[in-house]
């Protein structure tokens, strides 16, 4: 009775101690590590265990959850190529700055087709930056008159504006002495290239913009609402171009000039004529009197009076339209929709 008691009691101290040995072998220490009998035994997800079981060969829910697949590695993202990058943010500026790149590509056309000979005419396009036009589109209200702020800036411009030609010419120059009654001279024939520049005067000054002399008017055509810009439209008076006043606002290009041809009497220019007459053509003397001719044809020849007044006029209109007029009633919230200039028979003062 006694024994059979003590088998009972160890029993159930064995029953209730914990695991058993078998147990202890399969279940993973934490960090992997040597079981109770000494074996290693790697981490859950690691490998080369010798009791772990490879995958798919059954130790229940747990041992495949265990041993599944690990996390997908994401997707990488395609990049837009920079060429595109480039010809995107390329797009973009020229749009912004059209109207200076329509003037430049213009300007250097007709640079290269000049240069080339080639006489086509192009268009019109006046330089400008985005935000000078920045006021058209937009309604700006403001209790500045219209009139006498444009002309303020119109009394600001200090420069006035050229018109120039250029033209050729040939001239002789002669020199006669005679030497006893031998008769003595020596005469040469020059081709010469001149240029000639018609100013305006663009601001006159105080009294020639007063109210009553009627040389600036601008009126409202429409003020600005409802999102829309207001229109205006401006006349002015200026000054006839002035023409070359004296020979040294005449120039002479010595680059293509040369002398054409040379006469002489028929008394040997070598030992008479030559020795006394031809040390009377120095440089100066002969860029005196191209000079002089020059200006005289400068005031007085129609086919270069006229290009020099014409180029004047068209260089006066653009430089106070564009760089003036039209920036100063843009900032107000208008838009130019007629600009005209008339020339004054009498100049001032």
């Given at each position: ?228 810009p207001g229109r205006v439209a401006v006349t002015m008076v200026l000054p006839r171009p002035q023409l070359p006043q004296s020979a040294h606002d005449v120039t002479i290009d010595d680059l293509p000039s040369h002398p054409v041809s040379t006469q002489h009497s028929w008394t040997y220019p070598g ?79």
């Amino acid at each position: 009775m006694v024994r059979l008691l003590l088998l009972l009691l160890g029993t159930v101290s064995a029953g209730g101690s914990g695991a058993s040995p078998a147990a202890l072998r399969r279940a993973p220490r934490p960090g992997g590590g040597p079981d109770p009998a000494g074996r290693s035994v790697r981490a859950p997800g690691g490998s080369g265990g010798d009791d772990e079981e490879p995958p798919g060969t059954g130790g229940g829910p747990e041992h495949g959850r265990r041993l599944g697949p690990g996390p997908r590695r994401p997707e990488r993202r395609r990049r837009v190529p920079r060429w595109v990058k480039v010809a995107g943010a390329a797009a973009i500026a020229g749009w912004v700055f059209r109207r200076a790149v329509a003037f430049v590509t213009l300007t250097a056309l007709s640079t290269v087709l000049h240069v080339a000979g080639i006489g086509i005419h192009l268009p019109k396009v006046s330089f400008g930056w985005p935000w000078q036009a920045a006021g058209v589109g937009v309604t700006t209200t403001t209790d500045a008159s219209v009139g006498p702020w444009v002309l303020q800036k119109i009394e600001g411009i200090s420069k006035p504006a050229l018109g120039q030609a250029n033209f050729d010419f040939m001239f002789t120059h002669k020199v006669s002495k005679d030497i006893g009654p031998l008769p003595c001279w020596y005469a040469s024939t020059f081709y010469a290239v001149g240029h000639a520049a018609a100013t305006v005067d663009l601001n006159p000054g105080p009294a020639w913009w007063a109210p009553g002399t009627g040389h600036y008017q601008l009126q409202v055509l429409s003020r600005p609402q409802a999102g829309r810009p207001g229109r205006v439209a401006v006349t002015m008076v200026l000054p006839r171009p002035q023409l070359p006043q004296s020979a040294h606002d005449v120039t002479i290009d010595d680059l293509p000039s040369h002398p054409v041809s040379t006469q002489h009497s028929w008394t040997y220019p070598g030992i008479a004529c030559g020795m006394v007459l031809r040390p009377q053509f120095p440089q100066s003397v002969l860029y005196a009197q191209a000079q002089r001719i020059a200006f005289y044809r400068a005031g007085h020849t129609p086919s270069i009076t006229g290009p020099l007044i014409g180029t004047a006029q068209a260089q006066a209109v653009q430089t106070i339209r564009d760089s003036f007029v039209q920036p100063a009633v843009n900032a107000l919230g208008y838009i130019l929709t007629r600009f005209t200039i008339t020339w004054a028979v009498t100049r001032p003062g």
